[in-house]
């Protein structure tokens, strides 16, 4: 049998399996205004996270993964915001992607993390927020609608983008 052969035959599944993954319907991505999907999951030890028992503070969800260059680059710089603004009411939720729960408590000690960092083994919730680059960021307003929404690694500490997270938690009434 020639690989051509091989092909063919493999061409009716192929066609299936793509015919199933379009027709699954999508929860729409989060829109600037609206409310952000609420979502459970568990921290390093084993602890719940519910993201609707957090509306007395702004949350900044981090979308990210050990395996992800411009994510390990970004997590410096979101534990220092962490620091800066945490007592002020902006909580920093860190989610991996990574299928690894050790991989990713090596990842948090190595680098000091004090804020929450929550496994979303299978991307589960990446895939309801339609989150497919990392890092990707949600600002989220006490009110539980989205704020910002970031594509790539920022410094989060940077004198402008600051001012912009202050003015926005004075805003919402955090500050």
Not at 47 to 58: G, Q, T, Y
Request: net charge negative.
């Amino acid at each position: 049998m020639t690989s051509a052969d091989r092909l063919v035959g493999w061409a009716p599944w192929l066609l299936v399996v793509v015919l199933l993954t379009t027709c699954v319907e999508q929860p729409p991505a989060p829109t600037i205004g609206q409310p952000i999907p609420d979502f459970e999951l568990t921290d390093l030890q084993g602890n719940p996270f519910r993201l609707s028992e957090h509306r007395d503070k702004v949350v900044l969800i981090n979308f990210w993964a050990t395996w992800c260059p411009p994510c390990i680059d970004e997590m410096p710089s979101l534990e220092r915001l962490h620091r800066a603004l945490n007592e002020k009411g902006l909580e920093i939720v860190a989610v991996s992607v990574d299928d690894s729960l050790d991989e990713i408590e090596t990842f948090r000690k190595k680098l000091g993390l004090s804020f929450t960092v929550l496994q979303d083994r299978g991307a589960r919730i990446s895939h309801a927020y339609q989150t497919f680059k990392y890092p990707e960021s949600y600002l989220v307003g006490r009110d539980g609608n989205l704020a910002w929404k970031v594509v790539g690694p920022r410094d989060w500490i940077a004198p402008d983008l600051m001012l912009d997270l202050v003015a926005f938690m004075k805003s919402d009434g955090v500050m």
